[in-house]
Every structure is written in C-alpha cells, then in structure tokens.
C-alpha cells in the first residue's frame, strides 16, 4: 500500500482535488427538552413536531423528552449547517416554552421513575422501540440513557474512490475495497479518537443530581452549590458514568475486515447474559426487555464508531452491509458543544474532514488485543485528564506525549487541508489552525473553556447551562425561516401523524409472533 505521503502527492491534481472535496455528511443532535425550572419535561412529544416514529427529520432517542434532530445528507457544509438550524428554529417554536438543553449531560434528575421513555403508537413496529428502551432501562438506568451527544455521518465521493481503486493494487473488487478502506478508516479512528474528547470533550462537569447512588471512584470536586467535576477531564460522557457497557467488555467484535466484523456483531447479539436473564423478559404477562442477550438488538452496541449502509425495507444493520458493504461511517464521539445552538460549529465538521480523511489515506494495520487494550486505555487517560500538564499516552508500546503526537497528527491534516482549500488561507486552514489553538494550550479546549468559566466565577453548571438555554431558545425563535420552509416543515409533520395513523389502522399478527418472526429472520 503507497505511504500517506504518496497519496497526497498522487491526488494534489485538480481533479482528485475535487473529488477529494465532495464529501457527504449528515447530522444527528440529541438535546432533551426542559422546563423553564431547569427540570425534565414530562409531556409527550409535541404533535406539532409530527410522528416520532415516521417523521425523517424529527424523533426521539431513549426518552420521550430527548429530541434527535436529523439533516439529509449534504455535501456543502453551509447547506448542512442551515437544515440543522431551520430544524431547531423550527422545533423551538412549537414547545410551548419549553427550551432545549444544550449540553451532553442531563439538567437536574429528580425521581428516575419520573423519566419518560419514548412512546411510539401501537403498532408492533412501534411498541418494540419502546420496548427496547424499556429493556435499557433495567439494564443501565434510566439517567444513563438521558445523556446526548451529537453524531457525524461520512462518506467520501465515488470519484474519490474511483482515484483510490486506480491507485490500488486492485487485489479486490472495487466494492470490497471501498468497505475494507472503510474499515482501514475505523481502525486508525479507534487509534485516534482520543483527539476528539480532547479537542470537543464538554462535559467536564455535570450536575451532582446525576450521581445519586451511583458508586464512582471518580475523585470528583465541587463548584458552586451541587456541581461536580474533575479538574482536567475532558468528557465524562465518554466515561464510565456514560455510555459504557461492562457486559460488552466480553465481546470480540473485530474491526479488521468486514466478514470479521458481521460475525463478531452476529455472536454477540447471540450471545446469553447471566445478568441480563435475571431481570427476565416476560415476566407476569409484561414485557421488560426484547430478549435476555448481552445485546438485545444491534444499536445496543456502544461504540465510539459505526460502519453503516442505508438499510433497505426491514433489514437489520448487519444485513445492510452483508448485501452491499460499507456506505458510510458514524462518528459517535462527539459531546454537544454549548457554544453552538445547534451542538456543533462548522470549524469542527471541517476539523472532522481533514481528521477521517487522515484516517482513510494513512496505512492502517489490522489490531490485536494488545493493541485494542492500549486504544482503550489511551480513550480513558484523556476522558478523564486529557487537559493535565504532561500527560502521555502509550503509541505502539512506547510513551508519547500527547502533544506531540498531536503536532504530528495535525502537521498530516495540513497537508490535507492544502488539497480541500483554493487558497493559502482557506476553511480548512483556518480551521486547523483555530483547534491548534487547543493543542498548544488545554484552556482553549471546550473543556478547558467550560471549566474556567463555571470556577472563575464560582456558578453552577445548571445555572450556566440554563442561561445558554435561554439564550439559544430566542436565537432560534428569531432565526429567518421562509413560508416555504415553514409549510414544508408543517406538512411533514401532517403527513408522518398520517403514516403512524396508517400503520396503527392495519391488522397485525400479535406482538409475541412479530417479536418471534423479527428474531428469527
């Protein structure tokens, strides 16, 4: 395989430049809607904002109060961005004054029983999404599963991938070369991903409400009047009061190839729980979960990357990739930025550019166990300290600053950026240069920047995040929206009530053999 350097070179000519450039990205923000006391709304998903189960653009995660927004795809960063933000503006107008939490960790937690989870009709299809978030519930707790984050789909061009096949050996099909490419991006990913808490981590603190009784040996600090953090911790959404999973810790899910993969993900879902088998799953005649596995469907599998296609009609998501291989890939490790209305800034979706780009064109040697450990390990160090003083990391066994493996990280997305920009100072350029702000000074880090605020002036990260709730919710409700966009959002809106309607108003086999029929296919 030709060297990092080698393929710059190869595709600095105007054409590869543009098929370089012509990306494909989507969004998907979580925020949960609130009071204006600061509590978790308990009401059922506005009918304004359509079915949650049918809508494509507006839904719900685990709870009834956690909205995911979700953009089509795009390739101009300004068109993606706008779609984003006319989807929030809109929303803001239809939540009779209640507002959204724009960070990752949940306002104040009261009673966890008082947590709604996601209802979506009475169809079968729609009552086992309910019932899988049930089932999270029992399994994890109903706090873990109220945290948001924002996701970033991926893909490069086919012209980029017709230039990379041409420069390939062509040992493989063009389309198992895509999906390996692809899984040579996760790997080298899963070796970096560290940079993106570091970087993005903003959830360096949170409410001391979402502990409760919760046993941490985190050596967690007190600001204000409740807030608890640790002085350099980057993301402790990404920790183990997050999305973690011990029961997943046995898994062996390959990312080495695809075949690897798809078998690792079909033991798994496979796989009994001894745990999981004592909360049972129909007990009393009620459901409490989809089944007693380690993983009762695919999405249970927490990780910090996915590799997706597009399913077609009910496939499950392994099913979509064994017919046709890897599409795209979604980032997952991304805290809501509060310095955003709408969780994320442009020079971050540029920063993601230039960094999975850096991941597709660099070698990317397959991972073994030791390597695997040394990845988490290195995930967890800046979780939880990234921002301390000297703090190294572990770069094939050996020791390594993290600032200088970040300088070598970000002198190869300069060479990147050089091939997206039409300038010597263009976006790309200007937003490396922006995040490299943060690399030679930690406090420029989101974390770095919430953490100075919340201690310099001694507030509450609620009172803090409240304030920023307010602010957005009138910058959304003033943001232009023309009748044209307005009347398509109310349409949608109409018309996925009117799918719902449709779905719930044809006869079904009952919900014990429609589990049993999903199950067995």
């Given at each position: 395989m030709k060297s990092f350097n080698e393929l710059v070179g190869d595709l600095s000519d105007p054409v590869s430049r543009q098929a370089l450039r012509a990306m494909q990205r989507g969004i998907e923000r979580e925020a949960l809607r609130i009071e204006k006391t600061g509590h978790l709304a308990a009401d059922s998903h506005?009918?304004?904002?359509?079915?949650?189960?049918?809508?494509?653009?507006?839904?719900?995660?685990?709870?009834?109060?956690?909205l995911e927004f979700i953009t089509p795809v795009f390739e101009n960063i300004d068109s993606l961005v706008e779609d984003l933000t006319y989807t929030h503006a809109y929303s803001v107008r239809h939540l009779n004054g209640q507002r959204l939490w724009p960070v990752s960790m949940p306002c104040y937690v009261g009673d966890l029983a008082d947590i709604p989870i996601a209802d979506y009709g009475s169809s079968n299809n729609g009552k086992m999404k309910?019932?899988?978030?049930?089932?999270?519930?029992?399994?994890?707790?109903a706090q873990m599963q109220i945290i948001s984050g924002v996701h970033f789909n991926f893909s490069v061009s086919d012209d980029l991938w017709n230039r990379l096949y041409d420069l390939s050996d062509k040992s493989l099909t063009k389309d198992a070369f895509i999906s390996e490419s692809y899984f040579g991006l996760i790997r080298n990913y899963r070796r970096l991903v560290w940079v993106l808490p570091y970087l993005f981590g903003a959830s360096p603190a949170l409410c001391g409400s979402f502990i409760k009784d919760?046993?941490?040996s985190l050596p967690f600090e007190k600001v204000g009047k409740g807030t608890l953090y640790l002085p350099y911790a980057t993301s402790l959404r990404m920790s183990d009061l997050g999305y973690t999973n011990q029961e997943q810790d046995n898994l062996?899910?390959?990312?080495?190839?695809?075949?690897?993969?798809?078998?690792?993900?079909?033991?798994?879902?496979?796989?009994?729980?001894?745990?999981?088998?004592?909360?049972?799953?129909?007990?009393?005649?009620?459901?409490r979960q989809l089944n007693a596995n380690v993983l009762q469907i695919e999405n249970e599998f927490y990780s910090p990357i996915r590799a997706k296609r597009v399913a077609k009609g009910n496939e499950k998501p392994s099913e979509s990739l064994a017919r046709a291989g890897v599409e795209y890939i979604e980032v997952r490790a991304l805290d809501v930025n509060p310095y955003s209305a709408v969780g994320i800034e442009k020079s971050q979706i540029r920063f993601l550019d230039m960094f999975l780009l850096n991941c597709l064109l660099q070698p990317s040697a397959s991972t073994d166990a030791t390597e695997e450990a040394e990845i988490a390990a290195n995930l967890q160090?800046?979780?939880?300290?990234?921002?301390?003083?000297?703090l190294e990391l572990s770069q094939n066994g050996n020791q390594v600053s993290l600032s200088n493996w970040l300088e070598s990280l970000f002198a190869?997305?300069?060479?990147?950026?050089?091939?997206?920009?039409?300038g010597a100072d263009g976006d790309y350029q200007q937003a490396l240069a922006h995040w490299h702000k943060a690399v030679v000074n930690p406090d420029e880090t989101l974390s770095g920047r919430i953490m100075a605020k919340l201690k310099l002036e001694q507030v509450d990260h609620s009172q803090w995040v409240m304030s920023l709730a307010q602010q957005y919710h009138q910058e959304l409700k003033d943001y232009p929206i023309s009748d044209s966009v307005l009347a398509r959002y109310e349409q949608d809106a109409k018309t996925s009530l009117q799918q719902q309607a449709a779905s719930e108003a044809v006869g079904e086999v009952s919900f014990d053999e429609f589990l049993a029929d999903y199950f067995e296919s």
């Open positions: 506005p009918q304004a904002l359509g079915s949650a189960l049918m809508h494509s653009r507006i839904t719900t995660d685990y709870s009834e109060s956690l309910r019932l899988y978030r049930k089932g999270l519930t029992y399994r994890y707790g919760q046993q941490t062996d899910i390959s990312y080495n190839n695809l075949s690897s993969y798809l078998e690792g993900m079909n033991a798994a879902i496979n796989m009994p729980s001894d745990n999981f088998a004592k909360i049972g799953v129909k007990v009393d005649g009620e459901y160090a800046v979780v939880l300290e990234g921002r301390k003083p000297g190869n997305m300069s060479s990147i950026a050089g091939l997206l920009d039409d």
